[in-house]
């Protein structure tokens, strides 16, 4: 571990996302979650996922942040079924800088927002990433995360024009 790396642990602070804080986090997401990360992803990086968050669960959007400067981010929500006794927690965005990962910031972010979760009487925590996502499930894995389940997306393109054959009216 580097001097760098271990002052930055030592400063590191996980707090309740501001709205001065979007900015900095929709940046971050910009750079990580693009189409090259995840060409099926259901869910796409916008400002929206951020806002909505913000507006429904406040108190699950965090930034970690060191020297004044946000270096990562975690967004979630509960979801509670009519017909189940059990809350779930759903982390729907986990994101540290680019270059900055495997330091322990994104460790310190999810368990900062497992502790509120479980507060709020949560009692699963459901994540989903992209299957080539190798990194991320490893990260996951080391979190306590199990029982892997392989989902198929996917999509259909409404935009594209049909292509007509000439002479055939359609």
């Not at 507006?55 to 970690?64: Q, R, W």
């Not at 499930?137 to 049909?162: A, D």
Request: hydrophobic letters at 35%.
């Amino acid at each position: 571990m580097s001097v760098e790396s271990e002052h930055q642990e030592k400063d590191l602070r996980i707090r309740e996302m501001s709205i001065d804080d979007f900015p900095a986090v929709f940046h971050i997401g910009e750079e990580l979650f693009t189409s090259d990360y995840s060409p099926s992803m259901y869910r796409t990086w916008d400002e929206y996922e951020i806002t909505t968050l913000y507006n429904s669960d406040t108190e699950l959007c965090l930034v970690a942040e060191c020297g004044g400067k946000v270096l990562g981010f975690a967004l979630g929500t509960t979801v509670e079924k009519s017909k189940s006794s059990w809350k779930y927690g759903y982390l729907v965005w986990l994101g540290v800088k680019p270059g900055i990962q495997k330091g322990g910031i994104g460790a310190a972010l999810f368990k900062e927002i497992k502790r509120r979760m479980r507060e709020q009487g949560v009692r699963m925590i459901i994540i989903d990433t992209d299957a080539d996502n190798e990194a991320g499930i490893r990260f996951f894995k080391k979190q306590g995360f199990g029982n892997i389940q392989e989902h198929v997306y996917m999509t259909l393109n409404l935009s594209r024009r049909k292509k007509r054959s000439k002479g055939k009216s359609a």
